[in-house]
């Protein structure tokens, strides 16, 4: 039961972390393109 909910944990973690860092990779990108 402890693993499973570990899991779930992990999964989630994963889904709410994707956008933040797929948004700082994007933010990073253009505030570079605009360096240039």
């Known amino acids: 039961m402890k693993d499973g909910i570990h899991s779930v944990c992990q999964t989630l973690q994963t889904y709410w972390m994707f ?4 948004g700082q990779d ?4 253009r505030k570079n393109l ?3």
């Not at 956008?19 to 797929?22: A, C, L, M, Q, V």
């Not at 994007?26 to 990108?29: K, L, S």
């Open 19 to 22: 956008p933040i860092n797929w």
């Open 34 to 36: 605009s360096r240039h």
């Open 26 to 29: 994007m933010w990073f990108h």
